[in-house]
Structure formats: structure tokens, C-alpha cells
């Protein structure tokens, strides 16, 4: 549980459970500790973002180059203006983990990557050849600011939301959670009637608070997770 403790210090700016405090139980023998929290979604689709580093064995070839984004996603998205969803997607891309307020993008940021170019309704961005299956949403300018970008996971939950997993610990049936009192989501993964702890994720739109804005609307409800 030192882990979900440093997690804390570290990801301060963030408040996914707003200014709710922890409820933990502990075992008699320390064996197991529960935790309230939200059931935000189930991990559905796992995307691997290029290394960007293969660049540099080739740097005629950007990674970024032939990585395009499941039609799917933009179909089932939980936001309803595509350009909400480039945004949300870019911006899963571009911040860091372990996540700092710092490193979120300003719309100013996002527009000057292009966001304007490639939610145009006039041009065909969000379509790569005729295709309907894939989406190519990546242009020049986000292609070459992603330059510094290791290896990562992106992945789609079941109520359309974004995540991104910078260890690529996380896979499909995960679930991910907002436990009171911890200021990032986190993934957990059941194990029986008990749930191991994953690691923080990043999930746009869920990050300041939203998903006890939707507990207050009685749109989900409080669990306890049994973590081992």
C-alpha cells in the first residue's frame, strides 16, 4: 500500500475523487486492505503508440506514420462533437505519466498542433482512404511533437472513454476505478472475489472530479474492492 501512499504526493494536481477521503479497512492480519470507490469502465481495446525511438533507424520513416485510431472509437466516444475527441485523443497522447497538471495541453496548445486542420468538416482527415474502419488523425505537426514519446498503450473503455497506460501492465478486462481519496484513476483487476492493484492511469474527462459529479447524479454507485 506504500505505492497508492507515493501515488498520492505525486499526482497532488490531479483530484479524479475530488475532496472525497479515503475509506480503507484493513484486515486482522494485513492480509488484504478494502477500498471505497467508483466503477468507472472495463479496459475494451488496447492500441500500442509507436516508439518513437525507431526513428532513428530509419528517420525517413516516422513512426507515427501508418498508426491510425480504430473508427470505433470515435463512434462509441462518450463525448458527442468529434472535435471533443480529437482533443481528448491528442491530449491522452501528448501528457505524461506520471501525470503533472503541468503537462495537460491548453486548446491553444491543441490548435496549434493542428487541431483546426484535422477537425475541418471540409477536408476528409477523419477518413484514410475511403476507409471506414480506420481514422487518421495524426498530422504533421502532432507527428513531430510526439518525437520525444517512448512506447505506450492507449486504450478505449466500454463507456467510450480514453485511457493511457505508459507501463503496458494494463489489457483488456481490466477495470478502472476511482477510489476515494486517491487523486488519479487507477486500474484493478479481479482475481477471484478479490481485485489486484495495476497502476494509475491517465483518463481524460474523469480526472477533475467528474466521475463523483456523476456519483452525485446517481449515475454510478460506491463499491468496496478488496485488494490483495
Avoid at 3 to 29: I, K, M, N, Q
Avoid at 153 to 158: A, E, P
Wanted: proline share 4%.
Amino acid at each position: 500500500m506504500d505505492y497508492l501512499y507515493g501515488l498520492a504526493l505525486a499526482c497532488e494536481p490531479f483530484h479524479s475523487s475530488g475532496s472525497e477521503e479515503a475509506r480503507v479497512t484493513f484486515a486482522d492480519d494485513l492480509s488484504s486492505v478494502t477500498i471505497r470507490g467508483v466503477r468507472w469502465g472495463i479496459v475494451r481495446d488496447t492500441l500500442d503508440v509507436p516508439d518513437s525511438s525507431l526513428a532513428e533507424e530509419d528517420p525517413a520513416v516516422h513512426p507515427f506514420d501508418h498508426f491510425l485510431i480504430p473508427r470505433t472509437w470515435l463512434d462509441e466516444r462518450a463525448s458527442p462533437w468529434e472535435g471533443e475527441f480529437v482533443q481528448s485523443l491528442w491530449q491522452t497522447c501528448m501528457i505524461h505519466m506520471e501525470p503533472w497538471k503541468d503537462d495537460l495541453l491548453s486548446l491553444y496548445d491543441i490548435v496549434g498542433l493542428g487541431f483546426n486542420e484535422i477537425t475541418d468538416s471540409y477536408t476528409n482527415r477523419l477518413r484514410v482512404g475511403g476507409s471506414d474502419s480506420h481514422l487518421n488523425l495524426f498530422i504533421e505537426k502532432f507527428k513531430n511533437k510526439m518525437a520525444s514519446r517512448r512506447s505506450e498503450v492507449l486504450f478505449m473503455t466500454d463507456n467510450g472513454f480514453i485511457d493511457k497506460d505508459s507501463s503496458q501492465k494494463v489489457r483488456n478486462g481490466d477495470i478502472i476505478c476511482v477510489l476515494l481519496g486517491c487523486p488519479v484513476p487507477v486500474a484493478l483487476r479481479q482475481v477471484g472475489a478479490h481485485y489486484e492493484f495495476i497502476r494509475a492511469v491517465y483518463l481524460d474527462g474523469v480526472i477533475f472530479g467528474e466521475a463523483l459529479e456523476a456519483l452525485k447524479r446517481g449515475e454510478v454507485e460506491l463499491e468496496d474492492f478488496e485488494l490483495h
